[in-house]
């Protein structure tokens, strides 16, 4: 037996509370994850290996270390060479089946999924290779896990409308053949692509009954969040953490239940705050927004969606309330029928019931 006192007393662990248990432990969903930000780097090396490609990187550790980001651009460059990996439906497969065991984990009932065709469209992979690997996954973790899901397609914001328009054309098909696959997004640099660059992709795909959602207000202005809602029709948006500087916003997203899609950890790595305790999700509950908690890219960023909701309830002064308003706040705003939503609500609703107050 050992008298040594331990050096760190577990009790002070905020992961190891009763509200950390609780959040980590109630149904959700998540609404904001690039399936190719779940590529680990041991899973990098792996795809390196059995597709024959070259990494710009000697190891595993080498590329882990590389992951100090400045911005969003410095995270873009490095997730694009990451993705260089991806070549086979089977490869499609196996990434989105190592996410779908971390969304069970973490008590995910629901999960809307972002890919970006045009990354892997450039390196000659066809479109259906990207949409049949990643929903194949999906069938599985449907059947084996109980977990629903979404998918949605983005477009990157770097290329050309012009490269949008023959994006979506080539998978008008996917989007008649794969019910899951149900909406759009926009992605990649906000600085210098604003959402006006697609407002006639969007209008297009408005046409085609899907549904829209844009990053918008993660690195740019507030006024991005305007014209995501106003020229692309956005029914959600993407991060939206510069709303703060518009109180008229605030009020509208407010108002029309507009959900924001959060990434806290995402935000801190890609420095849109200096920490944790300066992030703008106190203002933004404050002011009556619909606020959702997502892992953004979480390979990249340091975790999932639990370690996600962790970082935030141990930085800011938020109670347990609030754990169940974002809870519910994502399950809300999920791109699924009323009775799916109601289902999940009420799972919700005994899952607080049951459990103890944290
Ligand atoms: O956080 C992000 N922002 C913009 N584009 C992205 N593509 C993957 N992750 C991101
Ligand atoms: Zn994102």
């Excluded at 595993?60 to 694009?80: E, G, K």
């Excluded at 209008?203 to 507030?222: D, I, Q, T, Y």
């Excluded at 510069?242 to 916003?249: F, K, P, R, S, V």
Aim: hydrophobic residues 45%; glycine residues 6%; contains cysteine.
């Amino acid at each position: 037996m050992s008298f040594l006192a331990p050096t760190t007393s577990s009790s002070t662990l905020f992961s190891e509370s009763p509200l950390a248990r609780k959040l980590c432990a109630m149904p959700k969903a998540e609404l904001h994850m690039h399936i190719e930000g779940s590529l680990e780097p041991e899973l990098i090396f792996a795809l390196a290996e059995r597709n024959g490609v070259t990494l710009p990187y000697p190891s595993v550790d080498a590329l882990r270390d590389a992951y100090a980001f400045t911005d969003l651009q410095s995270f873009l460059d490095i997730y694009y060479a990451g993705a260089s990996v991806l070549l086979t439906e089977q490869d499609f497969y196996d990434m989105t089946w190592a996410y779908v065991e971390r969304a069970v984990a973490d008590h995910i009932v629901h999960t809307e999924i972002f890919f970006d065709p045009q990354t892997h469209i450039a390196r000659g992979v066809p479109v259906e290779v990207v949409v049949n690997g990643i929903s194949r996954a999906l069938d599985d973790a449907e059947a084996r896990h109980g977990l629903s899901s979404r998918m949605i397609l983005c477009f990157l914001r770097h290329l050309s409308e012009e490269d949008a328009f023959a994006t979506l054309a080539s998978a008008e098909a996917c989007f008649k053949t794969v019910p899951r696959l149900i909406g759009v997004g926009l992605d990649s640099s906000e600085q210098g692509n604003p959402p006006e660059k697609f407002a006639r992709v969007f209008a297009r795909c408005e046409a085609l009954g899907l549904r829209r959602v844009a990053h918008a207000g993660e690195e740019g202005p507030a006024q991005n969040i305007r014209d995501a809602l106003d020229l692309l029709h956005a029914e959600r948006i993407d991060h939206g953490v510069t709303a703060i500087e518009d109180q008229a916003l605030l009020q509208r997203l407010a108002a029309e239940k507009i959900a924001l899609t959060v990434c806290p950890l995402s935000n801190v790595k890609l420095k849109v705050f200096d920490d944790m305790t300066a992030h703008s999700l106190p203002m933004l509950l404050d002011a009556g927004v619909a606020v959702t908690l997502n892992s953004d890219d979480p390979a990249y960023f340091g975790g999932y969606l639990n370690t996600n909701y962790l970082a935030v309830f141990e930085a800011l002064p938020l109670g347990e309330e609030t754990g169940y308003l974002l809870a519910r706040n994502s399950l809300e705003a999920a791109f699924a029928t009323d009775e799916e939503k109601a289902r999940w609500v009420a799972q919700l609703d005994a899952f607080w019931a049951q459990t103890p107050a944290a």
